[in-house]
């Protein structure tokens, strides 16, 4: 019986050095792990929708009579998993890029223990712009830093928050929708096996849970979008220097919800560096807002 194991695991380890020479990126333990939830994730989209196809005879026959409808649906499941891999593909805006695009001469390394400790990263050795943050699992500093986010295994920051927001709502609808198909599978006045109402049960509770977390976090981010804030900086506002003492009512990177939909969505340079608003200015966003305000539209 040893002798079976040992032998067995001459074998997975033969397989796994042949695996590792062929395919180099599959040594590293992280990267590993971020493709095999990017798989999962596939994997539970098309568990989904091929479950509803398989067992709803009555969608197959609605396909035949309105293709356009079925269509719409497919687009839509196609365009949330093409919007995941350009998300999780996308580069947050890391600082060191960012201050080589600029100017090679602005990446400012501390020399001496003499160097200024404000807004500088330990790990990175670089002045950190404002509203930047190192990021423990990518081991870098990223501009404008929301979140690391698990499922995409990439920052959302400054260059990819937007592609991030999209995603979201693309997944929220394709959920509603299929979350909509299963009801009215479950409705319909036909016969058919138990076990198939079972399993279309437990697919739409754990679909349930997933869509009132996306709608949560889709109505928080479209907040942060509103009032361009990040969620590092509303979770330890009172922990980074240049957020403290600034009322908590004041959104100090704020122009005003236009503005701030026109730079979240249309502003195509990802090394843009955000400077800290002034006294003055500060002063001004805390100002309580008069019916004169509202009548110029000052919050936009």
Not at 80 to 89: D, P, R
Not at 211 to 224: N, P, R, T, V
Not at 236 to 241: G, S
Request: aromatic share 14%; proline share 4%.
């Amino acid at each position: 019986m040893t002798m079976i194991v040992a032998m067995c695991r001459t074998f997975r380890d033969r397989a796994l050095d042949r695996c590792f020479h062929c395919f180099p990126c599959l040594s590293d333990p992280a990267w590993r792990s971020s493709l095999g939830l990017k798989v999962a994730l596939v994997m539970l989209h098309l568990i989904y929708a091929g479950i509803l196809f398989l067992f709803d005879s009555d969608l197959i026959e609605k396909t035949k009579k309105e293709p356009w409808y079925t269509a719409l649906y497919l687009l839509l499941f196609f365009a949330t998993l093409v919007q995941y891999f350009i998300t999780s593909g996308s580069s947050p805006g890391y600082v060191l890029d960012a201050m080589r695009a600029v100017n090679e001469t602005n990446v400012m390394y501390k020399k001496s223990s003499t160097a200024s400790k404000a807004f500088s990263c330990f790990y990175c050795n670089v002045e950190q712009p404002p509203r930047a943050k190192h990021c423990h699992d990518c081991d870098k500093c990223v501009l404008q830093f929301d979140h690391h986010c698990v499922w995409l295994g990439t920052c959302i920051g400054q260059g990819n928050h937007c592609k991030f927001w999209w995603y979201i709502c693309e997944e929220t609808a394709l959920c509603l929708w299929t979350g909509i198909l299963y009801i009215t599978y479950l409705k319909a006045n036909i016969s058919r096996a138990w076990w198939k109402d079972a399993i279309m049960i437990l697919l739409l509770i754990a679909m349930a849970i997933s869509i009132i977390f996306l709608l949560l976090l889709l109505l928080f981010h479209s907040y942060l979008v509103l009032t361009n804030q990040t969620t590092y900086e509303l979770v330890r506002r009172r922990r980074i220097p240049y957020l403290r003492g600034i009322p908590e009512r004041v959104y100090p990177f704020s122009q005003g919800v236009c503005s701030n939909l026109y730079d979240f969505c249309c502003v195509c340079s990802i090394y843009h560096l955000e400077s800290l608003p002034s006294a003055q200015e500060l002063e001004e966003k805390s100002r309580p807002y008069t019916c004169l305000d509202v009548l110029t539209c000052r919050c936009c």
